[in-house]
Structure formats: C-alpha cells, structure tokens
C-alpha cells in the first residue's frame, strides 16, 4: 500500500498497489503493520459498516464522537463515486477547524483514513453508491456529534449541492465564531 498524507496530519490516502495478471487482480486494502510504519498509529478495524445510498447528491456527515469515545475509520467506495471530506477538531492541532476532501470511487481501490478527532462526510457524485466503513471501535449509542455541511465556519467546497440529506445532519448546530 501507499500511504499519501493530506494538509491535515493523520488524515491519509491509502491507495491500493495491485497485482494483475489473466485472472484479474489482487490488493491488499487493510494491513496493521503498513498502518503503523506509516505513522497511522494502531488502526485494528473492530467494526465493519456498509453505506447504501440510492440517490446522486445524498450528503451524510459531518459526523464523529467525542474522546474517549472518538472512533478512527478507513473508508472506501465498494460502488459508484464520493467527494469525500475530513474536518480536524483537535484543539491542539496546527490545521484546527480545517477540512481535507479527496474523491473516492469504486475502481479505484483507494480510500481515506480519518483519525480520531476528525469528524468525517461525503457527498454521493452517482446514484446507487456504496461507501465502506473499517471503524477502529465498536459504534456505542449517544456518543455521536456532529457539524453542519453547509457551516461557513468550515467552508467546505462541496462539489454540488445535496439533493438528500438526513433531517439529523441537515440541523446540527453550526460552530460559534471563535470556536
């Protein structure tokens, strides 16, 4: 695998180095060893999670938790194609507040790993798309946060409007100047 750092620390494109012969191809998508020599710390998928959506545009996010309940995850489009959009919110960090976004799609057999302490959404580009989720922790209830897509705290430049979105994302609270 190839490990690609974005302008947020930890957040990092992983892309898939396969092999091809008259059968097709092998690629190894997920492997602890690679993950921890390239600084991504102890990433061990606990959870696995699958995304349908049947809609071009569908917007899910910007979801995370908070410590010490905060979840890392590898995602990856299994069908169809994403604008796929990490926001940091360690307070430390030197990119606080910031987002990263990378288009992902099903042939291309790369995906996006989000660190704890960023939240994570994406933006369905095709109908009928199916985004994968490894979760470095087991999802627990009532511990779920999340920000506004549209807050102009963030400015994310989403590719296109979103045609559906949960009632749940579109009403989060947006950030407080300052914040």
Request: glycine share 10%.
């Amino acid at each position: 695998m190839r490990f690609l750092p974005t302008a947020i620390a930890g957040v990092t494109i992983v892309e898939a180095e396969p092999r091809a012969d008259e059968r097709g191809l092998f690629a190894r998508l997920y492997c602890p060893v690679e993950f921890a020599a390239a600084g991504l710390g102890h990433f061990t998928p606990t959870q696995v999670n699958l995304s349908r959506n049947t809609a071009r545009h569908t917007l899910r996010g910007m979801h995370y938790q908070d410590p010490p309940r905060a979840e890392a995850k590898l995602v990856r489009v299994t069908r169809g194609r994403i604008f796929d959009v990490a926001v940091d919110l360690r307070p430390d960090s030197a990119t606080y507040l910031r987002w990263t976004g990378v288009e992902l799609d099903a042939g291309g057999l790369r995906g996006l790993f989000v660190p704890e302490g960023c939240a994570h959404g994406f933006l369905t580009l095709e109908p009928e798309t199916d985004v994968f989720y490894q979760m470095g922790r087991n999802f627990e209830p009532g511990f779920g946060r999340g920000l506004r897509f549209d807050d102009p705290a963030l400015a994310i430049a989403w590719p296109a409007t979103p045609a559906v979105i949960d009632d749940k994302d579109r009403n989060w609270p947006f950030l407080r100047h300052g914040t």
